[in-house]
């Protein structure tokens, strides 16, 4: 799927993660509902490292564009070391390592590491890499016409009233952990659900996705998963554009709604 595909469905899969948990009797405090939900916009971007066409890589001028360059040779270098005879032959990383449940679960831990023990410089930091992220992916029309640099005062702004409104009592910075010490220990969650969103919409397409990766499947270690070759469309079809993006719009706003106990 394309970007913005990619971060409506992020946004969408952390509101209904408040809306289950609202259910569940445990409602997560609104600034927790809001931030996550821009993180994982933000973080639905983020397997597209290894691409260097791709939406994350423009968002922060030379640095992404340079981190992708390295993330393609570093995702090339693993497939190669770790494929078996079933796998293709290819010429880059796309669509290999940073499209695995390891690489969702890697960076998702590393962040709440990150988030607990680099204080708020770092919960900042991360706040704002999403924010860009999320602005890039839900506002992508705007944001190609404007400045990279209006849109990182944009996400810095964002990131700076969240971590404020994060860090008075009661408003979510020790959600789902409790313990002292532990506090935004939850921001990687929104991060692994980002990720794995994408590789889910990634599998629907005719290319399909090897989340599974490295549990070998038959003669392949990449295995492109994804549902049967009718059910599948091509990134960017009117298929995604005019059925799914409505869809994941639809699905967020009620559970937005649900979470908040409006509806």
């Given at each position: 799927?394309?970007?913005?595909?990619?971060?409506?469905?992020?946004?969408?899969?952390?509101?209904?993660?408040?809306?289950?948990t609202a259910?569940a009797?445990?409602?997560?405090?609104?600034?927790?509902?809001?931030?996550?939900?821009?993180?994982?916009?933000?973080?639905?971007?983020?397997?597209?490292?290894?691409?260097?066409?791709?939406?994350?890589?423009?968002?922060?001028?030379?640095?992404?564009?340079?981190?992708?360059?390295?993330?393609?040779?570093?995702?090339?270098?693993?497939?190669?070391?770790?494929?078996?005879?079933?796998d293709?032959?290819?010429?880059?990383?796309?669509?290999?390592?940073?499209?695995?449940?390891?690489?969702?679960?890697?960076?998702?831990?590393?962040?709440?590491?990150?988030?607990?023990?680099?204080?708020?410089?770092?919960?900042?930091?991360?706040?704002?890499?999403?924010?860009?992220?999320?602005?890039?992916?839900?506002?992508?029309?705007?944001?190609?016409?404007?400045s990279?640099v209006?849109?990182?005062?944009?996400?810095?702004?964002?990131?700076?009233?969240?971590?404020?409104?994060?860090?008075?009592?009661g408003?979510?910075?020790?959600?789902?952990?409790?313990?002292?010490?532990?506090?935004?220990?939850?921001?990687?969650?929104?991060?692994?659900?980002?990720?794995?969103?994408?590789?889910?919409?990634?599998?629907?397409?005719?290319?399909?996705?090897?989340?599974?990766?490295?549990?070998?499947?038959?003669?392949?270690?990449?295995?492109?998963?994804g549902?049967?070759?009718?059910?599948?469309?091509?990134?960017?079809?009117?298929?995604?554009?005019?059925?799914?993006?409505?869809?994941?719009?639809?699905?967020?706003?009620?559970?937005?709604?649900?979470?908040?106990?409006?509806?």
């Open positions: 799927m394309m970007g913005p595909a990619h971060s409506l469905s992020g946004a969408a899969a952390w509101l209904g993660v408040g809306a289950a259910a009797g445990h409602p997560m405090p609104w600034p927790v509902l809001l931030a996550g939900a821009l993180i994982c916009a933000g973080a639905a971007l983020a397997p597209d490292l290894d691409h260097k066409s791709a939406t994350i890589s423009r968002a922060f001028g030379p640095v992404s564009r340079g981190l992708c360059e390295v993330i393609d040779k570093l995702s090339y270098a693993v497939y190669k070391a770790t494929r078996k005879q079933g293709p032959r290819r010429s880059g990383g796309h669509r290999t390592l940073t499209h695995t449940w390891i690489w969702a679960v890697l960076v998702g831990a590393g962040t709440s590491v990150l988030a607990v023990t680099g204080g708020r410089w770092a919960v900042l930091g991360i706040l704002f890499v999403h924010v860009v992220l999320a602005v890039e992916g839900l506002l992508w029309r705007a944001a190609r016409v404007s990279d209006l849109v990182w005062l944009l996400g810095a702004t964002g990131a700076w009233l969240l971590a404020d409104v994060l860090h008075a009592p408003n979510g910075s020790d959600w789902l952990f409790t313990d002292p010490g532990l506090e935004y220990a939850w921001l990687g969650l929104p991060i692994v659900l980002g990720a794995l969103v994408h590789d889910i919409g990634d599998a629907l397409t005719v290319s399909g996705c090897p989340i599974l990766w490295p549990i070998p499947i038959g003669r392949k270690r990449w295995y492109p998963v549902p049967p070759q009718f059910m599948r469309f091509r990134a960017g079809s009117w298929v995604e554009l005019k059925v799914l993006m409505p869809v994941f719009m639809l699905l967020g706003g009620a559970g937005g709604l649900t979470a908040l106990g409006l509806i």
